[in-house]
């Protein structure tokens, strides 16, 4: 996908599409839930770009404690987030944001949690630097950040074999969900896997592993892990000690 620019209508497509281009989707989901502890009493969580609201749902809904503060740059992907809530919205605090921007970056209080899913990507190296440092200072103590994300491969045979595994996966997925292709072939029609891409894309700014391990190590994230990794996508975590 390579807008210049996210859009709503860029909003419109990845909800349309992510079920079938997010790798192995629900157990993503899981994952990420899964480093999340129970807090002792009422706490507070962050989903930086919520997109649809499902990890935001699935948080309200495992942690019956939790209040989630859902960010996002699309006012169509707050409004959404906020249906897929349901009875939990009461629980749900919803607001726009810029991801560059450093003004939300300061909760109303210590967080238990923060997570993103495939937004993170969208800033340079010193931008997702800066992030880390930024939300390593608004977690309380024991408080997790799990990133779920796009990455860069580090040589041109690692980039063709993250190409060709999202493309298989997101086939599949279409294959299971619809018994059509059709979901696949509008994903390869819009351009939407990265990987397959000719040049530098100007939305799209994906780090190594490698670099992002450190740089969440050398904010002074502990335990810092990587858990899952398919089709150029990974699931790290770091603790605030």
């Known amino acids: 996908m390579s807008d210049p620019v996210w859009t ?3 909003s419109a497509a990845f909800r349309d599409l992510a079920h079938y281009a997010v790798p192995e989707r629900e157990l ?4 990420i839930l899964s480093l999340i502890p129970q807090p002792d009493g009422a ?3 962050m989903d930086i770009c919520c997109g649809a609201g499902g990890l935001t749902a699935a948080m309200l809904e495992r942690i019956p404690t939790l209040r989630v503060l ?3 740059g699309s006012q169509s992907m707050l409004e959404t987030t906020r ?3 349901g009875r939990d919205a009461e629980r749900l605090d919803a607001a726009l944001i810029d991801i560059a921007d450093t003004a939300w970056r300061t909760p109303p209080e210590p967080l238990h949690a923060v997570v993103s899913s495939l937004a993170i990507h969208h800033l340079d190296g010193p931008g997702k ?3 880390f440092a930024d939300i390593h200072a608004a977690l309380k103590p024991g408080g997790v950040f799990v990133m779920a994300d796009l990455v860069e491969p580090v040589t041109a045979a690692g980039r063709r074999i993250a190409g060709d595994a999202w493309d298989a996966e997101t086939r599949r997925r279409a294959l299971d969900t619809d018994g059509t292709l059709g979901g696949y072939e509008r994903f390869v029609a819009e351009d939407w896997n990265y990987y ?3 040049g530098p894309d100007p939305l799209d700014k994906p780090s190594s592993v490698t670099d992002l391990l450190d740089w969440l190590r050398g904010t ?6 990587l858990h899952w990794m398919k089709a150029g996508h990974v699931i790290m975590s770091g603790v605030r000690g």
């Open 220 to 225: 002074g994230f502990q335990g810092v892990d």
């Open 8 to 10: 709503e209508d860029t």
């Open 28 to 31: 993503q989901v899981e994952t």
């Open 43 to 45: 706490a507070l969580a």
């Open 83 to 85: 249906t897929a809530a």
């Open 129 to 131: 630097q800066r992030l």
């Open 196 to 198: 397959r891409l000719p």
């Open 70 to 72: 859902a960010l996002d």
